[in-house]
């Protein structure tokens, strides 16, 4: 609530009369006597209570009385006579007396603290000219309805006015018609007070940046068309201005100028902090704490899209910022207490700061990419528009950036950072510049004066140091908040740059980096460790690297005591204390205390006396890498100047032994020469890791080994060996199991259960052997191990899962749900809940799950809850029958009889308030949170339960269920503490192909989502949902190898992310083939191979991804205004909305103008360059091999009449974008229907693709398979002849390719925007049409056909001709010169496109505001790769290339080569296109002649007497007999999956009939929902014509004449998670054939299988009536 509010100083300019008389501090909220304003408190009559005389400032007097002398505050400890005679010279004696700068500090007061004195005198005096800054608020804004309240009463309001109207001025494209009719309101100070300057400046501001916006998107940025030019508004320009306001409106351009210079800014320009920290609306006022402006309690004020991405993630950056509210005043506390050398004082505020910050990294988590997290959703697709906006008015001014909110470079100042040299160092200079004058003045107050770090080392108080400590990770550590904003961002820019951002605020480094967001990562990784540098040092790893390693712990502690916590006598989970006195550590209830364990001193000694260490323990080693950073960090963690050497027994102790991984028995394994038969045996297990440890296959080791190779392999004169053998330990993870309210705790506790393993067998000899792990073994040893008490000292280190914490609302009902000693966590929980809130606070529910009753953790402390109504605790024992019933009337425990059973049973009994508990406040229930803990057993017990309770009670389907539990992940009220529990996975299962794991992309409903991580292939689907970063970053790595991601996210190193992916494991992935002798050629065909089916896998995603909304799934959703933002695109107030069309406009330009450019562009001419060289290097001398012309059919294909239709209808789109004369209102749904269609095609194109390239990846293992073959010894070139057979193979896959694309322009062409029977008023549409004709000149000749849109003359569509003409190939000089060609004007045309370093910080922002018709940052990247690589290759080659193209000509078709490696008879050329159909190159399973009848001229041509000439195929026998496996393999796939991909028919089919317009998304016939539209109808098989073979039936036949070797056994059935689900949108069952083969699907293991599709054949069914469009080739 704010003094506008109040009926009198609402009505008398927004202040109160009285409240303010005697005032001069800003934060004064003393209202006049009787005043009922509850923001207001009573005063009383401060001048008698204190005798201050009347008519002076009572604050004033009272601060000026406190004030001491400077004596009195700098010399209270004046040395001694003993201490002053010590001092020996003058300078000595002269330093008892003060420093200048201290004296100076205490005559003004602390600088910091002066800066917010200042500017809270001043600040509401000027309207906050200088910035906002105060004790009280911080960096924000004290009233935010103070700046818009004044500029609403002056003729500025008109600024405010279009603003707020601002979303539907875009939805109808009229954003610049509306600016340009504003009058000229000057911002002078006669006409703008500076009350309301905060309020114009961002007004202003965001006007011009929409308005630059759309002259730079107003549908001319794509395709464009001829015909149509867009006209600028008639009205004065603001040129003169300077060029950030070039081509805006004099109405709003003047004004922004005058205002930006009024407040500073020299030159115009849109901050991130306007845009959302001062763009705000608060909705209570009272509602502080922790912080007032946070995400739940704001609107955005003026968006400008009105779009849920633009708002959340606005909302989300200022709540940032926000959260930093009460930080300016914590550091200028603390340089107060540095200057008074206040050691508790300012212990005390560093805490403070400390919590501050540990509670930043929650606001990031507002900003969501789940799209069931309800407000906080993010679709990244919109947000990419709110990208494009943002940029800069020019590359001089500043961008808006995130390191232009307050706590980035407040923080660095406060931690004393020196280095700025990263991009972004050098960004946060740059910008630093640009801030506020307040926030520049306390950033150097806190840089240049009493730096507190420097107080801190000097003081030597380790407290001070530990919370110095705390302070370094909280703010820039790996799991503070500048590393969970690196991983934020790397998130959301991996989507992004995936699906069209060209250029994002990181994308800015080297040009040479393929993937952008693994460049902004880096830049993030640099800008951090020069924020640690001061610390820790040069770091030589990136920060990734550092989690879940000992880098992490940072303190010494030690053991204090070991306590039972139930009555089990083996004490299987103990009460572990530990001793953190003076060490600076706090926590939070929900942290983590992460321990370095140490090793039993019995399994130290066993590794010690077989490698003969025993009197050698104390020898200090030499050590490199990892153990040399262990040995410096353990210095610094005790506080030691000089490093101190690890010794043999450092090693031992803190060291990997147990258990055995594949790493460790491989150095064993070579050490000894593999001479250890026990080693062997080891080698030989069929699961890791191996249940034992170091000193156990050493001692067994020793007993079968020569002793001379044992002493070569462990000499004792050199002991640098031990630590290249035994790699460091990595911390174990607890979960803290108390809390305390002291400033710093003395004690921390940790429940731990004893983990046991029985002992492998090869070590036990045949015995049962237990085992206890090495950290729990360690902390919790059995009972009579107990009795010596060790004083080991431990590292640790403290961390606070972002997902695992308690809700900010005390209020809030809570249940935990436990397994074991997952109860941990939960006891930190109630002691806070209890401790803060006492018995008024929210409802506690605990659902336990344990064996027995002795087993019942912490049985007292619960009845004493129970007790007092505090919580209600219900437990289930699986095996025990004496159970606890909790009674609600007498509030205890009772004994009862109940059968053994889990804890999901237990749920179901308790299933109403459960699922109460579970759905959300907006579906009806409580909102409550839910916790589990546990292992990955106690996760899905429970997990079980509750859908069972939410089923049982709420819901009549599983799918409702589903959504009440995603909506509650989602919302992030469900949160997982999941333990790592070791599980061995099995290691001989069969692997998976890549081709296998492309095919799981999920992108299509019901089909499942697959992810390759370290060798391991898991099935994410289930896990989606719970996902924090949601599923669209999941869905953006599906389908191929996202290890990389993995590391960069820390993943790899996280026990938590490690067990839960145990429960996801699918089988191991096929690794690459071990090419061997001279076979470099292969290897790297294959790893650019794999490469491209990674780009198709990645393209296809990221398509379906930013289109998943242009095919309708938005179009029920609600158009109405909502201060939350809508996510509808196609509506808005239920009118067409422009921005789906602008989208749609954007992403069919990208792809039809670059041509699929990841796909058909650069990395498509690299393979066809490197694998034409293969065969034509091969070839015999004096054979001209004739190659497909796969670029040239590219080139067709994109120049084609086809393709030329299909631009023009685009480039007619774009007309749409800016609302042309309103033409969008008459072709509304048309647009829409054709947008749908047109996606639904792109996306089966590239699935298409990847199944092809699947094929040819699978032929890789195929090749590799053959090489033991006897073959190979009776060709002395046989891995020649491989690379011949295998680009052979290739070849014929990309030439099928090339041809595709002519089908998809083919397909594509027959659809159309223009549909008057769609719309609601056919009439209007049709009258629509005939004045845009007229208008344009066309319909004045209409009779002559020519394309005047993009293409003045087009190419007939290629595929039609190489169909019939099969003399389509060229020989190997026209394949380099069409690469010559595209290296020649790459240089040229692709220099400006390709991303290279910028020559300033501001032209890398600027830059994000390009046309969005370029291709997307990664198909620009890595096209950019692929030119250099091509370039380099023809370098290295030229010779040979050379010495190829002067071979004597002797025509060979490539036609004849295939089919000699077929063995199959020459053809007559009559016969033709029978042989088309045998080779798999025609129209399968249909008569060519019957569907699509050949012009006369192309069946001519096929005649051609120089088809065939000899039949010599320049190919070697044993190539030939390869490439005719290759053939057979994939033909022996398409007889068991094919798929038969049904045409383009003609528009009037694929666009419905008025009649159906009810039910524009019709789920039950469409796969997607197509807005206006039902699918493409299915081919029945009555259309095929059974009675002449398929090209599929033929090849095997054919191939079944021939002997030869599989590649290995393969099951009958193939997967039937490797069947390709046959999509009743636009394709049908292929036949009998493949009929059965999906019948046949069922329940095969992790196969290695070949891919199981290859020959795609189309029928383009429906151009029969069309035929006369297709002109003879010329």
Not at 528 to 540: A, N, S, T, V
Not at 590 to 613: F, Q
Not at 810 to 836: D, E, K, V
Request: glycine share 8%.
């Amino acid at each position: 609530m704010s003094e506008h509010s109040c009926p009198v100083s609402g009505s008398i300019g927004g202040r109160c009369p009285v409240g303010h008389a005697g005032s001069t501090r800003s934060n004064s909220r003393m209202g006049p006597r009787g005043c009922a304003f509850s923001g207001y408190g009573q005063p009383g009559d401060i001048h008698a209570a204190f005798d201050i005389p009347r008519g002076v400032d009572a604050e004033e007097w009272l601060r000026m009385r406190e004030r001491k002398s400077i004596n009195q505050l700098l010399y209270t400890n004046i040395p001694s006579v003993q201490e002053i005679d010590a001092a020996k010279t003058q300078a000595e004696i002269d330093a008892f007396n003060v420093h200048e700068q201290d004296l100076l500090a205490v005559a003004l007061g602390a600088p910091a603290r002066q800066v917010m004195l200042r500017a809270e005198e001043i600040g509401p005096k000027t309207g906050w000219i200088d910035g906002y800054l105060s004790a009280e608020h911080g960096f924000c804004p004290p009233d935010y309805e103070e700046a818009v309240g004044a500029l609403s009463r002056t003729p500025g309001r008109i600024w405010a006015d279009l603003c707020e109207r601002m979303p539907g001025c875009v939805a109808r494209g009229r954003v610049q018609e509306s600016v340009a009719a504003l009058p000229l309101v000057e911002g002078t100070k006669e006409v703008i007070p500076d009350q309301a300057l905060w309020a114009a400046v961002v007004a202003l501001g965001m006007l011009c940046s929409i308005y630059r916006f759309e002259s730079k998107n107003d549908g001319s940025e794509g395709i464009t068309s001829a015909r149509t030019k867009r006209k600028k508004p008639n009205v004065p320009m603001g040129d003169d201005l300077g060029e950030e306001l070039v081509g805006i409106p004099r109405s709003i351009a003047l004004p922004y100028y005058q205002i930006s210079r009024r407040m500073g800014r020299t030159l115009p320009h849109l901050s991130f902090p306007d845009q959302s920290s001062y763009n705000i609306k608060i909705r209570d006022p009272t509602s502080n704490y922790p912080y007032l402006a946070r995400f739940d309690n704001i609107d955005l004020r003026w968006p400008v899209f009105g779009e849920k991405a633009e708002i959340a993630f606005l909302k989300g950056c200022a709540d940032t910022s926000a959260s930093f509210q009460h930080g300016p005043d914590a550091i200028a506390a603390c340089q107060e207490h540095v200057m008074n050398k206040n050691v508790e004082g300012l212990l005390r505020e560093m805490i403070r700061l400390k919590e501050i910050l540990e509670r930043m990294p929650n606001a990031f988590h507002s900003i969501n990419v789940n799209p069931n997290s309800g407000e906080n959703y993010v679709p990244v697709h919109q947000w990419i528009r709110w990208g494009k906006f943002s940029t800069p008015l020019s590359k001089r001014c500043p961008a808006s950036s995130g390191l232009q909110f307050p706590p980035f470079l407040v923080m660095d100042a406060f931690l004393g950072r020196k280095k700025y040299t990263s991009f972004l160092g050098n960004e946060g200079v740059h910008l630093r510049a640009w801030l506020p004058s307040n926030l520049r003045a306390f950033i150097a107050a806190i840089e240049y004066h009493y730096r507190i770090p420097e107080f801190v080392q000097q003081s030597g108080d380790p407290r001070l140091m530990g919370v110095l400590d705390g302070i370094i990770e909280a703010y820039t550590g790996e799991r503070g908040f500048m590393g969970t904003h690196r991983y934020k961002v790397f998130g959301i820019l991996e989507i992004a740059a995936k699906i069209g951002r060209t250029e994002t605020n990181g994308l800015s480094g080297a040009s040479d980096a393929s993937r952008p967001w693994e460049e902004t990562h880096r830049q993030f990784s640099d800008a951090m460790k020069e924020r640690l540098e001061p610390y820790r040092g040069d770091l030589p790893v990136e920060p990734h690297q550092m989690r879940g390693t000992f880098e992490e712990c940072r303190y010494v502690t030690r053991v204090l005591n070991r306590s039972h916590v139930d009555s089990d006598p083996t004490r299987s989970i103990a009460l572990v204390t530990l001793d953190i006195q003076d060490t600076g550590i706090t926590f939070m209830p929900g942290d983590r205390l992460a321990v370095m364990p140490l090793n039993s001193w019995e399994e130290c000694a066993k590794v010690a006396a077989a490698l003969g260490l025993e009197t050698r323990i104390d020898d200090p080693v030499n050590v490199t890498g990892t153990w040399s950073r262990f040995e410096q960090h353990l210095s610094s963690v005790r506080r030691m100047t000089a490093a101190r050497r690890l010794t043999v027994a450092d090693i031992l102790r803190r060291g990997h032994l147990a258990p055995i991984t594949k790493e460790l028995a491989l150095k064993i394994h070579s050490l000894l020469a593999a001479s250890s038969n026990t080693v062997l045996q080891v080698l030989a297990t069929d699961e890791w890791p191996v249940r034992g440890s170091l000193g156990d296959l050493l001692q067994d080791a020793l007993l079968d080994t020569p002793a001379h190779i044992w002493d070569k392999a462990f000499n004792l004169d050199n002991l640098s060996w031990l630590a290249d053998l035994i790699p460091v330990e990595v911390p174990r993870t607890y979960s803290i199991a108390s809390y305390t309210d002291e400033l710093l705790p003395s004690t921390v506790d940790l429940a731990i259960s004893r983990a046991e393993y029985k002992l492998c067998s090869t070590f036990s000899n045949q015995e049962d052997i237990s085992r206890a792990g090495v950290a729990s073994g360690f902390f919790n040893p059995h009972p009579p191990s107990d009795d010596m008490v060790s004083d080991d000292e431990i590292l640790v280190g403290v961390s606070r899962p972002l997902a695992f914490q308690l809700p900010l609302d005390h209020m809030a009902p809570c249940a935990f749900f436990a397994g074991g000693s997952g109860i941990a966590p939960f006891r930190s929980f109630w002691q806070y809940r209890l401790t803060t809130d006492g018995l008024s606070g929210g409802k506690n529910y605990l659902y336990l799950g344990v064996q027995s009753r002795e087993k019942f953790c912490f049985e007292e402390e619960l009845r004493e809850y129970v007790n007092a109504d505090f919580m209600e605790v219900h437990v289930a024992f699986s095996r025990d029958s004496r159970g606890l019933a909790y009674d609600p009337h007498s509030h205890d425990l009772v004994e009862k009889h109940i059968p053994p059973r889990y804890i999901d049973t237990l749920i179901v009994e308790q299933g109403a308030t459960i699922s109460d508990l579970a759905m959300s406040k907006k579906q009806g229930g409580l909102g409550g949170y839910l916790y589990v803990c546990g292992s990955v057993a106690v996760f899905d017990s429970v997990m079980n339960g509750i859908r069972k309770a939410i089923y049982t009670h709420c819901t009549a389907t599983m799918e409702n269920v589903d959504l009440i539990v995603n909506k509650a992940f989602a919302e992030r009220r469900f949160m997982l503490d999941v333990f790592m529990t070791p599980k061995p996975l099995p290691c001989n299962l069969p692997t998976i192909p890549l081709s296998q794991l492309a095919q799981h992309t999920g992108h299509r409903p019901g089909s499942r989502m697959w992810i390759g991580v370290h060798g391991s292939v898991y099935d994410v689907t289930d896990f989606c949902p719970m996902h924090p970063g949601g599923t669209q970053i999941v869905k953006s790595n599906a389908g191929v190898d996202c290890s990389k991601s993995f590391d960069n996210l820390a993943h790899t190193n996280n026990p938590e992310v490690a067990s839960l992916l145990t429960k996801y494991f699918v089988g191991h992935l096929t690794p690459k083939p071990d090419y061997q002798g001279g076979e470099e050629e292969i290897s790297s065909l294959y790893d650019l191979w794999a490469a491209y089916l990674r780009t198709t896998v990645e393209t296809l995603v990221a398509h379906q991804i930013e289109m998943h909304e242009i095919q309708g799934a938005s179009i029920k959703s609600s158009s109405s205004y909502d201060p939350v933002g809508i996510t509808n695109i196609w509506l808005r107030e239920d009118l067409p909305n422009t921005i789906a069309i602008r989208t749609f406009y954007s992403y069919q330009s990208r792809l039809l103008q670059g041509g699929f450019t990841a796909l058909f562009g650069a990395k498509l001419q690299e393979l066809v360059l490197k694998l034409s060289f293969s065969i034509a290097s091969a070839s015999r001398a004096g054979a001209n091999i004739q190659l497909p012309d796969v670029l040239g059919a590219v080139a067709r294909a994109n120049t084609s009449t086809d393709a030329v239709a299909c631009m023009n209808e685009v480039a007619l789109v774009g007309q749409f974008v800016c609302g042309a004369e309103g033409a969008l209102r008459f072709q509304e749904r048309g647009v829409f229907a054709y947008a749908a269609k047109s996606v639904e095609l792109d996306i089966e194109l590239l699935e298409d693709l990847r199944q092809e390239i699947g094929t040819g990846m699978d032929a890789f293992d195929s090749i590799a398979a053959a090489y033991g073959s006897a073959d190979r010894t009776q060709d002395p070139d046989f891995e020649a002849n491989r690379l011949t057979a295998l680009s052979t193979f290739l070849l014929q896959i990309l030439e099928r390719i090339a041809r595709r694309l002519g089908i998809f322009y083919a397909q594509l062409s027959q659809c159309s925007v223009y549909h008057p029977e769609l719309e609601r008023n056919p009439a209007r549409t049709r009258w629509a049409l005939v004045r845009r004709c007229i208008r344009d000149g066309s319909l004045f000749v209409m009779a002559h056909k020519a394309a005047t849109d993009v293409l003045t003359v087009g190419q007939q569509s290629s595929y039609y001709m190489s169909r019939a003409n099969p003399n389509q190939n060229v020989d190997f000089d026209s394949v380099m010169s069409q690469v010559r060609a595209t290296l020649g004007s790459a240089q040229i045309e692709t220099q400006p496109s390709i991303p290279q370093q910028p020559l300033t910080l501001n032209a890398v922002h600027q830059a994000r505001g390009r046309s969005s018709g370029d291709a997307s940052a990664v198909a620009t990247r890595e096209n950019a790769g692929a030119l250099r690589a091509m370039n380099n290759f023809v370098e290295k080659n030229s010779k040979i290339i050379r010495r190829l193209s002067k071979m004597p000509p002797m025509p060979m078709s490539f036609e004849e080569l295939q089919r000699s490696a077929l063995g199959l008879p020459h053809t007559p050329p009559a016969e033709s296109h029978d042989a088309m159909q045998m080779m798999g190159l025609g129209i399968k399973g249909h008569d060519m002649a019957g569907r699509l009848p050949t012009p006369p001229s192309s069946r001519g041509s096929s005649r051609s007497p120089s088809r065939v000439r000899g039949s010599s195929t320049g190919m070697s026998a044993s190539a030939e007999m390869l490439l005719s496996k290759l053939n057979q393999s994939r033909a022996r796939g398409n007889s068991l999956h094919s798929r038969n991909a049904s045409s383009a028919t003609h528009h009037s089919q694929h666009l419905p009939n008025h009649s159906q317009l009810s039910h524009p998304l019709n789920h039950h016939h469409a796969t997607y929902p197509v807005v206006g539209g039902l699918p493409t109808p299915p081919m029945t098989s009555a259309g095929m014509h059974t009675g002449k073979p398929t090209a599929h039936t033929a090849l095997s036949s054919a191939m079944g004449n021939l002997h030869m070797n599989t590649r290995r056994p393969r099951s009958e059935a193939p997967s039937a998670l490797m069947t390709p689900r046959v999509r009743s949108a636009s394709r049908s069952s292929a036949g009998s054939v493949a009929g059965h083969g999906h019948a046949a699907a069922a329940g095969m293991g992790h196969m290695s299988m070949h891919s199981t599709t290859s020959l795609r054949a189309f029928k383009l069914r429906g151009l029969v009536d069309a035929g006369d469009r297709f002109a003879p080739p010329t």
